[in-house]
């Protein structure tokens, strides 16, 4: 009897080993919501450091994260480190591309509580009454990441946090005269 268990539990780890594996490397996870609010107005909140920490939920969800901001102020080389116990972990996000009015990239490089890094990309798409937003992150998933992410859904985790985040965008640009 035990040996029947001991080989469905085997049997069961080797299967989601196996599923793992076939999961695609890559991922990418991205949100947008239209805001009634100019490019002009949107930009300085996606290029500048300090700007977008007002309205990113990560200082929210971990308040004792410890932000050190070097470089420029904004766009390219501007950086923002972090190091935290919590939820936040330690990393840096690095603005590798600033196209005004239109998008900013920044490569994400995580040290703890594991190591990985992506591109985040946040873009603004005008339309006549306002502006979509649009916040994307890529990368290349880990085998570790792939079974974790069996278990975990991470679109809908990170992606939560896009929602908030660009909720709280809305609600500061449109307070704004």
Known sequence: MILKIVSL??????????YAAMMPAEFSIARELKINASTETLFPYI??????NDWMPWKKSD???EM?????????GAKTSWDSKG???????????????KSVKTELTYTRPMEMSQIAEVSLHPEAD?????????????????VFCIFMNMDKMVGSQFEE?????????EARP
Do not use: C, H
């Open 63 to 65: 308040p004792d994260v």
């Open 9 to 18: 539990v085997g049997l069961a780890i080797i299967g989601i080993l196996i």
């Open 130 to 146: 306002g502006t979509i937003v649009r916040w994307t992150v890529t990368g290349q998933n880990s085998f570790i990441g792939r």
């Open 87 to 101: 939820r936040m972990g330690t990393g840096q996000a690095l603005v590798v591309e600033s196209l005004p009015q």
């Open 68 to 76: 050190v901001y070097s470089g420029p102020a904004e766009g390219v």
């Open 47 to 52: 290029n500048n450091s300090k700007l977008s």
């Open 165 to 173: 985040g660009l909720a709280t965008l809305k609600q500061i640009a």
